[in-house]
Antibody, heavy 122, light 107 residues
């Protein structure tokens, strides 16, 4: 159970910022964290960061530490991912995914949002 | 960061074939290993967690094994709907890195 619905595709110019939303439904939002993962065209999966749905605590991948901010709005069960100083190599599909803890520090991602294509082009 | 290396990067197989994909971690991760399936244009879906636990609803032809640094995903009898890309992911420590993926194509 549970569903994540992301915002629509975006086209941005280099140097701009983008803010992608991920709206959760069908489960208790504050009981789970949300991860963000991106996938460049024809490439693999890259973890960007995580935010707690309970208290907004965040963890970021080192390569994104200075450019990404994750936030939550518990009133609407929505998580936001803002990426700044966009470059052409930020062109990718960005996914949110719920963090499932099945005990003993075991986690997996389920479900995933449908993905948001962000295109960075001048 | 823990590096995850999958092999092969792609393979061609026929319906009914037994297929095995391997994933190696750069350091020991116990059984903190997940497998995902991704079809073109879609988000990944969890298949197996904790190295060998089958996610609810996933067909029993999928199985996972391994611990420490070496893991395998096996499809016992490949079905048409299994042609996809498969990714391993470690959940031992942050960042929760993924393998590079294995694309399973129709022979």
């Amino acid at each position: 159970q549970g569903q994540l619905v992301q915002s629509a595709a975006e086209v941005k110019k280099p140097g701009a910022s983008v803010k992608v939303s991920c709206k959760a439904s069908g489960y208790t939002f504050t009981s789970y964290g949300i991860n963000w993962v991106r996938q460049a065209p024809g490439q693999g999966l890259e973890w960007m960061g995580w935010i707690s749905g309970y208290n907004g605590h965040t963890k970021y991948g080192q390569q994104f530490q200075d450019r990404v901010t994750l936030t939550t709005d518990t009133s609407t069960a929505t998580v936001y991912m803002e990426l700044r100083s966009l470059r052409s190599d930020d062109t990718a599909v960005y996914y949110c995914a719920r963090d499932v803890d099945y005990g003993g520090n075991f986690y997996y991602f389920d479900p995933w949002g449908q993905g948001t294509l962000v295109t960075v082009s001048s | 960061d823990i590096q995850m290396t999958q092999s092969p990067s792609s393979l061609s197989a026929s319906v009914g074939d037994r297929v095995t994909i391997t994933c190696r971690a750069s350091q020991t991760i116990s059984t903190y290993l997940n497998w995902y399936q991704q079809k073109p244009g879609k988000a990944p879906n969890i298949l197996i967690y904790a190295a060998s636990s089958l996610q609810s609803g996933v067909p029993s032809r999928f199985s996972g094994s391994g611990s420490g640094t070496y893991f395998t995903l096996t499809i016992s009898s490949l079905q048409p709907e299994d042609f996809a890309t498969y990714y391993c992911q470690q959940s031992d420590s942050d960042p929760r890195t993924f393998g590079g993926g294995t694309r399973v194509e129709i022979k």
